[in-house]
C-alpha cells in the first residue's frame, strides 16, 4: 500500500471511528468518557506517526521490515501507557468508561496500522 493511499484510507477510518464515537455519545450517553476527544486525537497522531515510522524503515531497508514495524509497534504501546500512566495519576478515582475508550481505539488503531504494514511486506514478497 503506498502512502498516499494509506494517509486516504486513515482518514476515512478515523472519520468513520469519529462518526460511531458521536452516534454512541448520543445512543448511550455513559459509555463514552469526558477525555474521550483527547485520547482519539492522541492515538489517531501516534498511529500515524507509527506507522510512518514503519513505512519509512521498510522503504529503507526493506530486509528487515518486520524490526521497523515491531518498533513502531513497541514504540506507540509505550506512548500509550505513559499517557495511561499520566491520567491515572491526574485523576482521583477509577475510571471505567476511560478504559473502555482507551484501550478499544487503542485495538481498533492498532489493528488498521499493522494491516496497512502486512499490506506492504505481502507486496514485497511478489
Not at 101 to 110: E, I, K, R, V
Request: proline share 2%; aromatic share 16%.
Amino acid at each position: 500500500m503506498s502512502l498516499r493511499k494509506f494517509i486516504v484510507a486513515y482518514f476515512i477510518y478515523t472519520s468513520v471511528l469519529a462518526g460511531v464515537a458521536i452516534l454512541l455519545k448520543s445512543l448511550l450517553p455513559g459509555i463514552i468518557a469526558g477525555q474521550f476527544w483527547l485520547v482519539f486525537g492522541f492515538l489517531a497522531g501516534l498511529t500515524l506517526i507509527a506507522y510512518l515510522l514503519a513505512h519509512f524503515g521498510i522503504e529503507r531497508n526493506p530486509q528487515i521490515g518486520v524490526f521497523a514495524i515491531l518498533g513502531s509497534v513497541i514504540l506507540k504501546m509505550l506512548f500509550a501507557m505513559a499517557f495511561v500512566l499520566i491520567y491515572s495519576l491526574k485523576q482521583a478515582k477509577g475510571d471505567l468508561a476511560f478504559a473502555l475508550n482507551f484501550f478499544s481505539l487503542y485495538l481498533l488503531f492498532s489493528l488498521f496500522e499493522i494491516l496497512g504494514l502486512l499490506r506492504n511486506l505481502r507486496h514485497q514478497n511478489k
